[in-house]
């Protein structure tokens, strides 16, 4: 497995189109410089040794001694030997709404970005655990099955928005019967399904759902999203944003289902939260976790690691002698020698 052991110092990397833009301004302003001396017959006589093309080499090498030595720096290494380590975690869905709904601004920016920050730290509080992710309007879609690959979660969290459900509306039930497929059927303990949402569903099954759930084994917990008093559901016509209105003409206000959302709980054996405590409700969803029954899990690790940083600092040492001992001029006795080289 290939991997490098300070990749941080890649950012390095950002200096090297700095490094070339400064080599052609600085060889375009030698030319401008030459040609101010007169023309092209002129300087051919003036500076019958002048390479152009030697000058870039030069340059050249000095740019790939400096990739080397970025990429030394960051020591790349590959995977030597593998071990087989168990360990013990517990399966945790995080079921998050992308119902139109959740765009309304009833707190600040909105309910969905809102719900976005709010699961990228429940990511951290429950590093160690497989967790997965699902999405959930008038449907449900899995993001991401069980993993422990957390960057790749927060990315599918980040870029979460209503625009990914096909057909809008609030089914809970949909989330809870996918979280049930994605879970290990057999296994009767340690699952739990985490719904990030404003209980504005439309499933009238949810609740049965939730205690069949429970049966198999999974703990149902609920995070409301909004205020109680909610606020009006925003769309955009044309790029503009508007207020959504029913069919009747009258603006849809949309408002958090909380007695809805704390019934799900109860009946799913879990627990009622409501977002705007924030981390209280993190401090209090980790500890319900934590009594979860665990797992074991078995894994094959690369535990050692070759380091290769010397031969790219050999590459950079022959580079940098090639360019210090090439010479910048054209021999006098080199056929066709001009100040343009070849």
Not at 200 to 215: G, L, P, Q, V, Y
Not at 265 to 291: N, T
Request: aromatic content about 10%; proline content about 4%.
């Amino acid at each position: 497995m290939f991997r490098f052991e300070n990749p941080e110092f890649l950012y390095a990397l950002l200096i090297l189109p700095l490094l070339f833009t400064a080599g052609v301004w600085v060889a375009y302003r030698r030319r401008s410089a030459l040609w101010k001396l007169g023309e092209e017959h002129t300087l051919r006589r003036l500076i019958p040794v002048w390479s152009t093309r030697r000058q870039w080499s030069r340059w050249i090498m000095i740019f790939l001694a400096m990739l080397c030595l970025i990429i030394a720096w960051a020591n790349p290494q590959w995977g030597s030997k593998r071990q087989k380590i168990t360990r013990k975690a517990a399966d945790i869905i995080l079921a998050l709404d992308i119902s139109q709904s959740m765009l309304t601004e009833d707190i600040a920016p909105n309910r969905m970005e809102l719900a976005k920050r709010f699961g990228q730290q429940i990511l951290e509080a429950l590093r160690g655990e497989r967790i997965g992710l699902i999405l959930f309007a008038a449907g449900a879609y899995t993001q991401a099955p069980l993993t422990t690959d957390y960057g790749s979660l927060v990315l599918f969290l980040q870029s979460s928005s209503p625009d990914l459900a096909p057909y809008q509306g609030t089914s809970i039930g949909a989330a809870i019967d996918l979280a049930g497929r994605l879970f290990d059927p057999k296994a009767t303990t340690h699952k739990a399904l985490i719904v990030i949402t404003d209980g504005e569903t439309h499933d009238s099954e949810a609740i049965e759902k939730a205690r069949a759930a429970k049966e198999k084994g999974v703990l149902l917990f609920t995070v409301a999203v909004g205020t109680e008093e909610g606020g009006f559901v925003p769309e955009w016509i044309n790029g503009r944003k508007a207020i959504k209105k029913d069919k009747a003409g009258n603006p849809v206000r949309s408002r958090v289902n909380v007695a809805m959302l704390r019934q799900l709980a109860a009946v799913g054996g879990g627990q009622f939260f409501a977002l705007r405590d924030g981390k209280e409700v993190i401090s209090q969803i980790s500890k319900a976790v934590e009594l979860l029954d665990r797992r074991e899990l078995e894994e094959r690790v690369y535990d050692e690691y070759d380091s290769y940083f010397q031969y790219f600092i050999g590459i950079a040492l022959i580079l940098l002698f090639a360019e210090f001992f090439a010479p910048a001029l054209r021999r006098k006795n080199d056929p066709g020698a001009n100040y343009e080289g070849e």
